[in-house]
């Protein structure tokens, strides 16, 4: 036996191996998470984006559904591992208000990118030979941006950054507001069993609803950051990082601060009033 396998097999050894298992675990479930997310979403997307007529037209619902459907597929698949943070802003946000160990949270969050990165990679490979085609037709190159709203976001119309940055801090608290109401086990009304990963992706897909052309709802820093470092080695270069006027602090900046506002919303105006006994003496 190697000195290195004995060490790992000594009594004293095992909680520290088994709780590095369980990280690595943890992490490769939130990289997993994100990439569900990526792919199926930024999918969705390239969907409205490269279609003429696009198929969502009439129907941006259909788009919103994809994405909250993405997030829930993705609790489903890693949530008993990981928890499915799958976003920075939630993980932020754990830590701080719900004892998330703090030590995990730059881990996490590098898991999240991880995830977001091979997302895009797998949208590329789905979805270039469109993409090639859709720049063509338009006069456009990847340098350019041309159909760079497959994978990051942007403002829209009338929306400069500093507004965008405002709406994805409104947008995020409500995200995490509804997060910390489905999950807390002292909430009367919140959904039994499984059915709190549903009600998380239909409360995405309500905030796309709500306010989706506004920068496209990136609310998830991983969600933006990710697709927009790879598409950034990808042959859009700049255009993605740091994008137009340095855009790409607004889907980073935005979703941290809007979710410590809606959690902090919860816990502080919500949670307290919750019935007695059903929450805990210390709180």
């Known amino acids: 036996m190697s000195a290195k396998l004995a060490d790992e097999n000594a009594p004293d050894a095992a909680p520290g191996v088994a709780a590095r298992r369980a990280l690595r675990g943890e992490l490769i479930a939130e990289a997993i998470a994100v990439m569900i997310i990526v792919t199926l979403g930024d999918s969705a997307a390239a969907m409205i984006t490269l279609y003429d007529p696009s198929p969502y037209a009439q129907a941006y619902w259909g788009v919103c559904i994809a994405w909250g459907l993405a997030v829930t597929l993705a609790i489903y698949v890693t949530g008993s591992v990981s928890g499915t943070h799958a976003n920075p802003a939630v993980t932020l946000a754990l830590a701080v208000f719900r004892g998330f160990p703090r030590r995990k949270v730059l881990p996490y969050v590098a898991a999240q990118v991880v995830g977001g990165v091979i997302g895009a990679a797998l949208v590329l490979q789905l979805w270039h030979p469109v993409i090639d085609a859709y720049n063509a037709a338009h006069g456009l190159t990847r340098a350019t941006g041309g159909a760079a709203g497959v994978f ?34 002292y909430n009367e009304m919140a959904p039994r069993a499984n059915s709190g990963a549903l009600m998380i992706g239909l409360l995405v897909a309500a905030i796309g609803a709500s306010g989706g052309y506004l920068e496209a709802w990136p609310i998830n820093p991983a969600r933006d950051f990710g697709p927009r470092l790879f598409a950034s080695l990808a042959g859009w270069g700049s255009s993605a990082l740091p994008g137009p006027g340095f855009y790409m602090w607004v889907p980073i900046a935005g979703p941290l601060v809007g979710g410590l506002v809606g959690a902090g919303l919860y816990h502080f105006a919500i949670r307290p009033y919750l019935p007695s006994g059903r929450r805990p003496e210390a709180d």
Not at 169 to 175: D, E, K
């Open 152 to 185: 990051f976001t942007h403002p829209g119309e009338h929306i400069a950054p500093m507004h965008a940055f405002w709406d994805e801090v409104i947008l995020t608290a409500f995200l995490l507001l509804g997060i910390f109401a489905i999950t807390d086990e």
